[in-house]
């Protein structure tokens, strides 16, 4: 006979394992089944679909936009590059216009130290040319070949004076090409005065005497300074 302590143990354990068992199967039981789309959900369907489209299309939007902006970098690159350049040839000519404007602003006294140079050229020229004296108008070939003999028998006729001491010059000649010369245009004489004081007296009785004339052709004397003092 079985015993009645196994019994109830046995009775316990049963009920035990229905009521963990019975939660699940009531569970099973009382759960609504999925239902399945129903025509009146297809048009959401429709328009998931369509935003996951127009999302995809702005997808692809957004690359096109992105290699855009990548063929826009390398322009903007070499337009950086020349801006910079550009910079470089500004700088280099405001150091060049700088220095330009600093030689301008220098120019009025190079301009005043000039022309003291220059007057000072020009007085030791004429100093230099003061023992000459220029003859105008004696006709060409008329000294054949000693020209200082003839020079010093035509002034003495002209001036009708005997010079004491007699007349000397360092050296005379003809000025200017012989092609041009012709009988109306002689070219002129210049002689050098060995005696700075006989050329101030000839140039004197020049100015004071009726003007000189040979053969029917006048002469000029005239002293010779340089061409800014004429």
Do not use: Y
């Not at 369907?45 to 690359?63: F, H, M, S, Y």
């Not at 500004?90 to 030689?103: C, I, K, P, W, Y």
């Amino acid at each position: 006979m079985p015993n009645g302590k196994s019994s109830g143990k046995h009775s316990r354990q049963l009920l035990f394992s229905e009521a963990i068992a019975q939660p699940k199967t009531m569970a099973a039981q009382t759960a609504p089944p999925c239902p399945a789309p129903s025509p009146a959900d297809l048009p959401t369907l429709e328009v998931t679909d369509r935003i996951l489209q127009e999302i995809a299309a702005v997808g692809r939007r957004l690359e096109a936009m992105d290699l855009k902006i990548t063929d826009l970098t390398l322009p903007s690159s070499s337009i950086r590059c020349d801006i910079a350049g550009f910079q470089e040839t500004a700088n280099d000519l405001d150091q060049r216009l700088t220095a330009v404007e600093g030689q301008v602003a220098a120019l009025p006294d190079q301009e005043a130290e000039l022309w003291f140079l220059r007057a000072k050229v020009t007085n030791l020229e004429d100093r230099s040319h003061r023992d000459n004296v220029r003859f105008f108008g004696i006709l060409e070939h008329k000294e054949e070949s000693d020209i200082k003999t003839f020079l010093k028998t035509l002034l003495s006729d002209l001036t009708g004076m005997e010079f004491s001491p007699p007349l000397e010059f360092q050296r005379v000649q003809r000025i200017g090409p012989l092609h041009r010369a012709t009988s109306d245009k002689p070219r002129p004489i210049i002689a050098c005065f060995l005696r700075h004081e006989q050329a101030c007296q000839i140039i004197s009785v020049a100015k004071t005497q009726s003007p000189f004339s040979l053969e029917g052709h006048g002469i000029r004397v005239a002293a010779e300074f340089s061409r800014l003092t004429n």
